[in-house]
């Protein structure tokens, strides 16, 4: 005698097995991923900031940043990619936080004496300070990059025009990338 939920599960219990077994042949046929390393200059110096993107002809592609020079990018799809390298989103970066949002109080100007500050209830005040502190660390960063950036030609940012690619094999593989600004 069976009962119908256990003659059920029997009958299936093959069928899950055998997909078990075929799950990771089916994930090894996709091509898998691997890892991009190297370096990149620009007229022969590192390029001390910027962005690089691995795209593949189907399929997401990777991408990373580039900091003195230097990039890692890792779950690169494996053969051949078109290679990217972009500045001017670090360009962005550096718009974006030299332009303090207009409700931060300036402490020692009209908006704000330091006069009006010690009247000010405790959190009022903590608040000020803290939002003039972040001020304080986007102006910062934004310093930092501003030193940093170097414009680099936008053909290199386009997959059509960039001229860049690499085969992509498992593990880790390595691409120098040497651009110029002419």
Do not use: H, W
């Not at 009247?119 to 005040?125: F, I």
């Amino acid at each position: 005698m069976c009962f119908p939920k256990f003659c059920l599960a029997v009958r299936f219990f093959p069928v899950l097995g055998a997909l078990a077994l075929l799950l990771p042949l089916t994930v090894g046929c996709g091509g898998g991923k691997g890892t991009v390393s190297g370096t990149v200059t620009l007229d022969g110096q590192p390029l001390p900031v910027g962005n690089i993107a691995f795209i593949p002809s189907q399929g997401p592609g990777a991408s990373g940043r580039i900091e003195d020079g230097k990039y890692s990018v890792a779950n690169v799809p494996t053969g051949p990619v078109t290679v990217t390298v972009e500045t001017i989103s670090i360009k962005q970066e550096i718009d974006a936080y030299t332009k303090a949002p207009p409700s931060v109080p300036r402490i020692g100007t009209a908006n704000v004496s330091p006069e009006m500050l010690a009247k000010m209830p405790e959190n009022a005040r903590a608040q000020i300070e803290k939002q003039q502190k972040q001020a304080a660390e986007r102006a910062s960063k934004a310093k930092e990059l501003q030193a940093k950036y170097r414009a680099v030609p936008e053909k290199y940012s386009k997959p059509e025009s960039s001229g860049l690619t690499i085969t992509v094999k498992r593990g880790s593989n390595t691409f120098d990338i040497q651009l110029s600004s002419k």
